[in-house]
């Protein structure tokens, strides 16, 4: 008898859990949580070599990035954020259709200049002689900004990490843009920002991963796939 398992984290509360269970259940797998909603264990019914983990979103990335769990659901943008090798080091196994939203920059409507990002590249050229100081970017995303500003040419600027709403950052004097994400672009709107053109850095949706760190070999493999033929997913492109 085996006693390889599967560990499949998914997110702990709110509308992601919710959303995630109903994925599960529409494609005939039941989650169940019988510790009630403080417990952080679950189970699949009719599936006892599958653990399930309720952590956060932001924790399933970490540890499907870590290796610490096979599969996990969890947002895009989290796993670009975590670790810049984020992307590498999981596959994603399938976009789930729920949990969308945009990694955009954003600047102030007075900007009427700045419409793309090679003109934030001249704005943030000028920004130290003109203003004694780097332009100012609040924003959650460090890993994403950094990535995409670099690829877009763009050195003369510091990061504000924002721990609050990061759109109200630029009113308040905090920051001069922002990198946020959004869904309809109306709250940052309704703060007087607006997306560049080609401001989108990251579409992102909840998706279901797998951590190529994990060691998944042997009778686990049987298990993993068995799990994802059960969801009608293709096998894993990697293994150990």
């Not at 039941?30 to 417990?39: E, Q, V």
């Not at 610490?68 to 590498?88: C, F, K, N, R, W």
């Not at 080091?89 to 939203?101: D, K, M, R, S």
């Not at 504000?160 to 994400?181: F, H, K």
Request: negative net charge; aromatic residues 6%; hydrophobic residues 45%.
């Amino acid at each position: 008898m085996s006693n390889a398992t599967i560990t499949l984290a998914v997110p702990s509360k709110g509308r992601l859990e919710e959303l995630t269970r109903e994925w599960f259940a529409a494609n005939g797998l039941t989650i169940t949580r019988p510790g009630g909603a403080r417990s952080y264990l679950g189970a699949i019914d009719g599936m006892p070599d599958i653990t399930v983990r309720f952590f956060p979103a932001s924790e399933i990335a970490r540890e499907l990035i870590r290796g610490g769990i096979d599969l996990g659901v969890t947002g895009l943008d989290l796993i670009h954020e975590t670790s810049e090798s984020g992307p590498e080091i999981v596959e994603t196994l399938q976009p789930l259709g729920f949990g969308n939203a945009d990694v955009v920059v954003a600047v102030p409507e007075a900007w009427i200049d700045v419409t793309h990002m090679h003109d934030l590249a001249d704005v943030a050229s000028d920004f130290r002689s003109r203003h004694g100081r780097w332009m100012r970017i609040a924003t959650k995303y460090i890993t994403i900004t950094r990535q995409h500003f670099a690829a877009a040419g763009i050195a003369e600027y510091r990061t504000v990490e924002s721990l609050g709403a990061t759109e109200a950052a630029p009113a308040s004097g905090i920051a001069d843009i922002v990198v946020d994400i959004t869904t309809t672009g109306s709250t940052l709107a309704a703060n007087g920002l607006r997306v560049l053109e080609d401001g989108v850095m990251l579409q992102s949706q909840a998706c279901l991963f797998a951590s190529r760190k994990a060691e998944i070999s042997g009778d686990k493999a049987a298990l993993m796939t068995n799990f994802l033929a059960r969801l009608g997913l293709p096998q894993l492109h990697h293994g150990k």
